[in-house]
């Protein structure tokens, strides 16, 4: 199956930190790609390169073609790239139906109220319509932030840590909602999250980053059982084990 | 409270004052619904979350460009004047905003500051627009029509009162679309607006030329009202003044900026003849009062009556 995304030795530094360094990933289409790695080894400015928010120092990433370094998030989403953010970005003074409204009116969807009204019920948001998204529990928060991304039907979509702050039993709810309105859609998902066991259900593949590199890729069973893995984002202390 | 409606029955008691109040009532509501034009253009700035401390430019613009064409191009006309104002004011707001529409908050409102500054002092350095004293308008036609010796100012304000409820209408529409709610969109975050895929710089260079080209209106209007022009059109304390009556009326509503701008200019006539001395103290006293208890502007207040 052909790659939607390719990522060439990418490399990116803040000063003395390097958050990338030699990248090398190619996501297949319909794939369902987790991200792993402690806090700070990288996964957020792996999202925010390949979004145009950073860009690069070196490499080259390649979406369904198109180089995408140098190219801003407006012209990234008009590609069919879409993500949610680890802080959901949401406006917090408009109500939920507001903003799946501004949403889909920016892609220009046909029937924009009904539109909203659709993703209203099928991300179960129905019951807080009405409310400022600034006064939203963090779980329906994040609902609705992945809800606005998927608005532009996009090809890939890149989720930060769509259950960080949310309790452990919300968790495979809302996880099972986001899957369950892109699967079918052909829609490949990469998505960065701390919780293995969300990884390990969700994910066909996992890739693990550590100090900017990727230090393991593949089925998930494989990669989490890796020693290096399981020392430097897991955490287990091995030799201790062994 | 329903906008429309509202805003139809403001228009036709307006209008009904036109042929009998007195001269200096026509004076008041007339000045008052030109700076509610300017203050109407703010308005779209502010729900973008923008602050201009430099409408002057554009209120200064109008009413200069309206008073050149019949004292300069001998086009009497208050029709001609009003088009030249307000297509003046936004042809300059089109090319500054491609700079302005580009920053925000202090530094946005710190440039439009700057370049009404500049206007300020262009003319009050040119002899041939009257340098400080500015110089008289006079008016003969209204659309190809003589004016009656003596209705001019009523006609002046009548034609002030269809434009607002025109504009006010139109307004109120599209703040209500999808254009309205992304520049709501835009105060509350920028950057989710551009990973949905729209334009922000397009949203707010729109904005600007619209607000320039309502201020530039409000200018000609003005010009029309008082029979004069000079430069404390564009100074910054007349700047100062749209924003002042834009937080006294809040921002929630296409109808408030005019209350709050017929309010400000009966208190400030009242205050000029009866305490001239505390009138900026009153001001600074009454912005407070808004500020502490009422930070959605005098809106509030007929919405929580509503």
């Known amino acids: 199956m052909s790659a939607i995304l390719e990522a060439d030795d990418l490399h990116k530094r803040f000063g003395a930190v390097s958050a990338a360094a030699d990248i090398n990933l190619a996501l297949a289409r319909g794939s369902v790609v987790s991200v792993i790695g402690a806090n700070g080894a990288g996964k957020t400015t792996f999202l925010n390169m390949v979004t145009g928010y950073l860009r690069p120092d070196h490499g080259r990433i390649r979406f369904d073609g198109q180089e995408l370094v140098g190219r801003t998030p407006r012209q990234i989403t008009r590609l069919g790239l879409a993500r949610s953010f680890q802080i959901p970005q949401l406006f917090q003074t408009l109500s939920v139906r507001e903003n799946l409204l501004v949403a889909e009116g920016i892609a220009a969807a046909e029937r924009v109220e009904e539109a909203a009204d659709a993703l209203l019920e099928r991300f179960s948001l129905g019951p807080y319509a009405a409310r400022p998204a600034g006064l939203l529990p963090e779980g329906v928060r994040k609902l609705l932030d992945v809800a606005m991304a998927l608005v532009a039907q996009p090809k890939l979509l890149l989720l930060d840590e769509p259950t960080s702050g949310v309790a452990a039993d919300e968790k495979f709810a809302i996880m099972d909602l986001v899957m369950g309105a892109v699967r079918g859609q052909g829609v490949t998902v990469l998505f960065v999250e701390h919780d293995m066991d969300i990884v390990s259900r969700y994910a066909g593949r996992v890739v693990a980053f550590y100090d900017g590199r990727v230090i393991a890729d593949g089925a998930p069973a494989a990669v989490l059982s890796a020693e290096e893995v399981r020392r430097y984002v897991i955490g287990e202390d091995v030799r201790a084990a062994a | ?306």
Do not use: C
């Open chain 2, 1 to 306: 409270m329903r906008t429309v409606p509202a805003l139809a029955a403001a228009s036709a008691a307006l209008l009904a004052l036109a042929p009998w109040a007195p001269q200096w009532l026509v004076f008041l509501l007339a000045l008052a619904l030109a700076k509610g034009l300017v203050v109407l253009g703010l308005l779209l700035l502010m729900r973008a979350g923008l602050v201009s401390f430099g409408q002057g430019l554009y209120f200064g613009l109008g009413a200069y460009a309206a008073a050149l064409l019949a004292h300069r191009g001998g086009l009497a006309d208050a029709a001609l004047m009003i088009v030249a104002g307000t297509l003046g004011a936004a042809a300059v707001a089109a090319l500054v905003g491609l700079l302005l529409a580009r920053y925000r908050e202090i530094f946005f409102g710190m440039l439009s500051l700057a370049f009404s500054m500049i206007l300020y002092g262009l003319l009050v350095k040119s002899s041939t627009l009257g340098s400080t004293d500015g110089f008289s308008v006079h008016v003969r036609h209204f659309a190809g029509v003589p004016l009656a010796e003596g209705a001019e100012r009523r006609i002046f304000y009548a034609a002030s009162v269809l434009a607002v409820l025109a504009l006010a209408w139109a307004l109120h529409r599209w703040l209500g679309s999808h254009w309205g709610r992304v520049t709501a969109a835009i105060r509350d975050n920028e950057l989710r607006v551009e990973y949905l895929g729209a334009s922000v710089y397009r949203v707010v260079y729109v904005n600007y030329i619209v607000a320039g080209a309502l201020a530039g209106l409000g200018g000609a209007f003005a010009a029309l009202a008082v029979g004069h022009v000079d430069p404390e059109t564009a100074y910054w304390t007349t700047s100062g003044e749209f924003v002042f009556i834009a937080i006294l009326g809040g921002t929630g509503n296409v109808l408030a900026p005019f209350l709050a701008a017929i309010i400000f200019e009966a208190l400030r006539t009242v205050a000029n003849q009866y305490a001239p001395n505390v009138w900026q103290m009153a001001l600074g006293v009454a912005m407070l009062a808004i500020i502490l208890f009422l930070p959605g502007g005098l809106w509030t207040l007929a919405r929580r009556k509503a």
